[in-house]
């Protein structure tokens, strides 16, 4: 249970990272249409560090593509609003 707990503080924390960037070219429009449909290649490899607790490296690399980070992040999403409706209901 805490490992479920961690893994969606993570990706939930990486969500936020994930939407960052997305936000910046906004306040520019005219760059973001010449070159903002390559940037947003569903097939592109990131990579992120992931910082683990139960370790003294305190983190780890992880790479996945940008369509994998979106679906992680959908899915720690989708579990945190389950949660919250669960807790709401008690």
């Known amino acids: 249970m805490k490992k479920l707990a961690i893994v969606t ?6 969500a936020g990272f994930a ?3 997305a936000s910046a070219p906004a306040a520019n429009p005219a760059p973001a249409q010449s070159g903002g449909a390559a940037s947003e290649d569903p097939n592109e ?12 490296l305190g983190r780890a690399r992880e790479c996945k593509t940008r369509a994998e ?9 989708n ?3 389950r949660a919250q409706a669960r807790s709401a209901q008690n």
Do not use: H
């Open 9 to 14: 503080a993570l990706l939930t924390a990486s």
């Open 19 to 21: 939407q960052a960037p």
């Open 45 to 56: 490899r990131i990579c992120r560090n992931i910082e683990t607790t139960a370790t003294r």
């Open 69 to 77: 980070w979106a679906a992680l992040a959908r899915q720690a999403r």
């Open 79 to 81: 579990n945190a609003e």
